[in-house]
Structure formats: C-alpha cells, structure tokens
C-alpha cells in the first residue's frame, strides 16, 4: 500500500487500498492529524486499540440533547442511534430507562471484544 516507500500511508496511497477500508476511516486512523498514517496509527487500528469506531464520549456527546449526562429513550429516538435502540435494555443495567457514561463505556468494552473475536476468525 505504501507506493513510495516512505512509511507512511497518504490520502492518495490509502485510496488505492482495495478494501477501502483506510480511506473510508482515514481520519480516524490518523489520530495525530498530520495527514499521513504512520506505522504506529495504523497498528493501533488494526490492533482495536486506536480511535476507530465510536467512543462512549462521543456518542453521549452526541445524543446527550439536554446535556445531563445520561440518554434517555427520546434523545436516543432522535438520534436514531440503532446501536442504542436495539441494546437499550441490555446498556441500561440498573435499569432506570437512562443509559449513563459508565453504561455505555461497559457495553461498548463487551461489544469491542466479542467483534474483534470475529475479526480474528476471518
Ligand atoms: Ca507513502
Ligand atoms: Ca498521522
Ligand atoms: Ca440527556
Ligand atoms: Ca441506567
């Protein structure tokens, strides 16, 4: 993928990757903005360990509307977040109807290990 040797991987290189897949997450990888995916950013993605995929602060960034900390069914509906909406019983362990920070930190850390047992298998 690196065509000109430099160790590193550009916008141009990473969309001459077939699966796409870099281009597509190209920022995400990239996570110190310099434009180009080093050695180092692109072993983090494909360990799991990197910023790809979403982060439980920035999905409650994201749909916490009323800014309380929690998502409740309504901001949730909003969003259409799916992956939400189809777990909200199982994220929501104290079962109050609101999933906290700490809800979806521990469900996003259970969903990441069962999809990179997936991703080993392949
Ligand atoms: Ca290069
Ligand atoms: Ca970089
Ligand atoms: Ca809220
Ligand atoms: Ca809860």
């Given at each position: 993928m690196?065509?000109?040797?430099?160790?590193?991987i550009?916008?141009?290189e990473a969309s001459?990757?077939?699966r796409g897949e870099i281009?597509?997450?190209f920022d995400?990888?990239?996570t110190?903005?310099?434009k180009y995916i080093d050695l180092s950013e692109l072993e983090a993605s494909l360990n799991g360990k990197g910023p790809k995929g979403e982060s439980a602060e920035k999905i409650m960034k994201e749909v916490d509307d009323n800014a309380d900390g929690k998502l409740n069914a309504i901001e949730i509906a909003a969003k259409e977040k799916l992956l939400l909406?189809?777990?909200f019983e199982e994220i929501d362990t104290n079962d109050d109807n609101e999933i906290d920070l700490e809800e979806l930190k521990y469900f996003l850390s259970k969903s990441d290990k069962k999809?990179?047992?997936?991703?080993k298998k392949q």
């Open positions: 690196d065509t000109n040797n430099d160790d590193k550009d916008v141009d001459k990757d077939q281009s597509q997450d995400l990888i990239d110190n903005d310099d909406t189809n777990n999809k990179s047992k997936k991703r």
